[in-house]
């Protein structure tokens, strides 16, 4: 059973000030997961959460997360800088961008950040890029950090850096051989390195004077089983140790990267992220440790685990409709929770203040956009819904408002978040027509 953190009388009291619909998310609990997620790894000194800023793109959320250990995995130009305006830098800063602009690279080394390279090409790319910036004087040798090529030269790369690892083929996981197909099979995605390019490329790194190298590999999406982080970490792992006795490397740490799911429907089962910890943990002594790799730091990329139940989407309802199916309109639309018009996702709703009524009515939970697929929930089976109730969509605290859009000039929501205090926050105001029309600057005026 899925119970908000938030209340109707809360609601009430909020929208005196931030009218619906809004995100809102739990302080408390943000940090109680993140607590769980760095003590589950404890056994690992490097250990380090790198958050998917994509996830929920908020400089309150990333500061949050920041005094809780965490760092940020980032992959655009805005994400370099929120995390930077957010005081997250350095080493704490990941970035695993794939197709990226120089100047994208350019500002990953010159705020000290790991760069995570997704292709073997972008070694010669990358190379190019911190030359012209460093020619320019945008970059200094100092910002590359302190040593020099195994050669005796001038470093010419970030002292410490990483590679984006695609196995090919279909992940199985299980006995069952049952494939995780929540994202596309790994031989299908755009992503990484084959096993021969990515020892390659290391042995290239190493002779640029990269010092501290990693790997990272990212095979499957919301996965809701203990075993997904076990089964992809034997696979870094042997590949590490293979990389060991083929390049001449040892890599200082590994990322797991994301997948790491929750549980959307209410009677789905839960990741318990302590197990996933041990399971990490005994892979890691059976491999690691006997090729002499045990202080291999391990690092994780998480986004929906860290905060997709510690977000809800507050809407209310303002309209019914009785056709060939019983319709409930709501204020929120597609354009603030795209998920389930895109993918057909699940999103649990609440009807605050009707929580322990009787599930009587049979809903299509509807937004206002001009598409028919702009559907919270269809043929959901709810209680009683009258004008003017509150329902909380849940889930929503990661892929939820920074998947937003304008599609039919409708506005961003506000973001607030709900202190431990219980006190509310506003972190984000809701978007005006003047912010909607404010790219526009002078065209009103432009003759055709």
Known sequence: MKVPFITKEQVEEIVKTYPTPFHIYDEKGIRENARAMNKAFSWNPGFKEYFAVKATPNPTILRILHEEGCGTDCSSMAELILSEKSGVTGYDVMFSSNETPAEEFVKCAKIGGIINLDDITHIDFVLKAIEDAISSGELSREDLGEGLTPDGKER????????????????????????????????????GMTKDQIIEAYKRLSELGVEELGIHSFLASNTLSNDYYPALAKILFELAVEIKEKAGVSLS??????????????????????????????????????????NVSIFTELGRFMLAPYGHLITKAVHEKHIYKEYIGVDACAANLMRPAMYGSYHHLTVLGKEEAPATETYDVVGSLCENNDKFAIDRKLPKIDIGDYICIHDTGAHGFSMGYNYNGRLWSSELLLRED???????????????????????????
């Not at 509310?424 to 009103?444: K, M, P, Q, S």
Request: negative net charge; glycine residues 12%.
């Open 156 to 191: 010419r790369l970030p002292k410490r850096m990483s590679c984006r690892f695609n196995p090919g083929g279909i992940f199985q996981l299980g006995e069952s051989g049952e494939a995780v197909q929540v994202m596309d099979n790994p031989g299908d995605a755009k992503y």
């Open 253 to 294: 740490f590994i990322n797991l990267s994301g997948g790491v799911g929750i549980a959307y429907q209410p009677d789905a089962p839960s990741n318990d992220i302590a197990v996933i910890g041990e399971g990490v943990h005994k892979v890691y002594d059976e491999v690691l440790v006997p090729a002499g790799l045990g």
């Open 422 to 448: 219980k006190s509310v926050i506003c972190i984000r105001r809701a978007e005006t027509l003047e912010d909607y029309f404010a790219t526009l600057d002078n065209y009103w005026e432009v003759e055709i």
